[in-house]
């Protein structure tokens, strides 16, 4: 925490919560600092072009404007009792001035602004006895408050009607938010009313009745719980209650990233998209463990902590609020968790956890890694999931990382599962034809068929078994793709540990290097191993 906010007061950024960057005590809010690039700030925002190669990635130009860096510098105030309010004052009043309303790269996304706000109300209520914060600073930030989120009101349709995500949820949230902590605002009652609407039929429409979420994507749930947490702990302290299906998709959701969560290191697997967002970063646990924000909505919802003690985002999230909403505590499940709804498989043991996708689509489709197996051991993700990297780098890179050559499924050809469309669209989403899972005294099986590259072929069936032994870190994996005549089908499976062994005598093995992503914009390497074969393709994998 000390040397965090002694980084940030020097002028670094920590970027995607990983990695650390120089940008001087006076930086620009503008400049992409990998490709340098900077946005015109007073281009008006309809008229930014965030795709293409010379701008490079926008999120790098977002991350420093989202503000999640105030909490860095907050708690360490808090912990060290120490006062930088003028820093931060500073940071805000900055900001302001050299981004003009509804002009440049900063306002081109609403989630953005919604975060900016909800960050910056963060750090302003823990100033705001500082003599930094005068009444004509205040009149000013609260000025720029207003603007920004009836920018956020006049826009939020694309939210809800196109984008649908937790874009949707943000904005919804932050919108009756801001009615109902400052009704001295015009338009306090609108937003109030309206927002509290909308973000409840969000978060009805997007959580599924088994807990899993509209993005098919591990950290997106996170930022979906942190939400969650947000919105109830302040209508808790003000009175407010939401509708109670509201608080049940909470609990749906919070168990469904419990039950997918490795016990040893509080990781999940790097499933779905991976843009490094911890929106509202409350400890110093690393990003990829989702302990801290799991506890902290557990124990709004429960009143109990989840991992035995409390952490530090459950003493920020819940100060001066007395839970009482008495829902079921979790109990983590051991043995089989199926998530039938939405296609999630789980094999819990001592030892092990076995993650599988064979899952229907609601919405567009995002992830083209149909019966993707994830394997942990003792804490180690010895079967990976390749992530993300960027959103806009090169096409090669956002082939791999976007398509089924990074996960540990079949291809044929050269062939994705999908065909890719525009921005994150794939189009022709895989039927899944019978998905199920089973145990025996001695193993547990999981049964997956389903109907994919259809824009190959029509017709073309993969079905996987796979078989995980009760007795040893041992799994058969079996697969068979009918329909593919004329194509070569490949087993494809990724791995930066050292202590697992693949074993198939009948197919022809390709080992080689590769990348994957565990933190949004770093490259890390690991091995790909490839079997090929026209006929049935069955691995054994050993942990050694």
């Known amino acids: 925490m000390l040397l965090k906010a002694e980084r940030i007061l ?82 805000i009043l900055d900001w302001i001035e050299k981004n003009p309303l509804n002009c440049g790269p900063n306002y081109k996304c609403s989630q953005e602004i919604s975060l900016r706000v909800l960050n910056w109300l963060f750090a302003l209520n823990f100033y705001k006895n500082s003599d930094t914060l005068t009444d004509e600073r205040w009149n000013v930030i609260i000025r720029s408050i207003y603007w920004q989120i009836r920018h956020v009101y006049s826009n939020i349709n694309f939210s809800r009607y196109v984008v649908r995500n937790n874009h949707a949820i943000t904005e919804t949230m932050t919108v009756y938010l801001m009615g109902l902590m400052f009704p001295i605002l015009s338009d306090s009652k609108k937003w109030r009313k309206k927002g509290k609407r909308w973000f409840e039929q969000e978060i009805d429409y997007q959580i599924a009745e088994d807990g899993s979420f509209i993005q098919n994507s591990m950290n997106y749930h996170r930022v979906l719980i942190q939400l969650l947490t947000i919105a109830i702990a302040i209508s808790e302290k003000n009175g407010d209650k939401f509708k109670v299906k509201t608080y049940e998709k909470a609990h749906k959701a919070l168990n469904f990233l419990y039950q997918c969560q490795d016990e040893v290191s509080g990781w999940l697997p790097n499933y779905g998209f991976n843009d490094g967002a911890l929106f509202f970063p409350l400890s110093d646990y690393d ?17 109990k902590t989840l991992y035995g003690s409390l952490m530090e985002d459950s003493y920020w999230v819940t100060a001066s609020i007395r839970p009482t909403l008495n829902m079921q505590a979790l109990v983590r499940n051991n043995g089989i968790t199926a998530f039938e709804t939405s296609g999630y498989y789980v094999i819990r043991e001592d030892l092990t956890l076995s993650f599988i996708r064979c899952g229907r689509w609601k919405g567009k489709g995002d992830c083209t890694d149909e019966l993707h197996l994830d394997v942990w051991y003792k804490g180690e993700n010895v079967l990976i999931d390749g992530g993300s990297f960027r959103y806009n780098t090169t096409p090669k890179l956002i082939r791999y990382f976007g398509g089924t050559e990074s996960h540990n499924t079949v291809m044929i050809g050269a062939n994705d599962q999908m065909e890719r469309g525009p921005r994150f ?31 190959v072929r029509k017709g073309i069936r993969h079905k ?3 078989t995980k032994d009760k007795k040893h870190a041992v799994w058969f994996v079996e697969d068979v793709v009918y329909n593919a005549e004329g194509y070569t089908v490949s087993q494809l499976w990724h791995t930066a540990s050292n202590h697992i062994a693949f074993e198939n005598e009948e197919a022809n093995k390709v080992s080689k290097g590769t990348v994957y992503s565990s933190y949004y914009g770093i490259l890390e390497p690991c091995k790909q191993i490839e079997f090929s074969s026209n006929k049935m393709i069955k691995t054994k994998i050993t942990i050694q």
């Open 425 to 455: 669209i794939w189009m022709y989403p895989p039927t899944i034809n019978s998905a199920k899972i089973s145990e025996s005294p001695s193993q547990y099986i999981f049964e997956g068929e389903i109907e994919a590259f259809k824009h």
């Open 464 to 466: 996987r078994t796979i």
């Open 10 to 91: 020097s002028g670094q950024l920590r970027y995607f919560s990983a990695e650390w960057r120089d940008l001087g005590k006076d930086w620009s809010w503008h400049l992409n600092y990998t490709t340098g690039f900077e946005y015109d700030r007073l281009q008006h925002w309809t008229c930014i072009n965030e795709l293409n190669l010379q701008s490079g990635d926008i999120k790098y130009v977002w991350e420093a404007s989202r503000f999640c860096f105030l909490y860095d510098i907050v708690r360490y105030d808090y912990h060290y009792n120490e006062d930088h309010s003028e820093f931060v004052i500073g940071k």
């Open 287 to 303: 990003y990829r463990n989702y302990q801290p924000q799991l506890d902290a909505l557990h124990y709004l919802l429960v009143g």
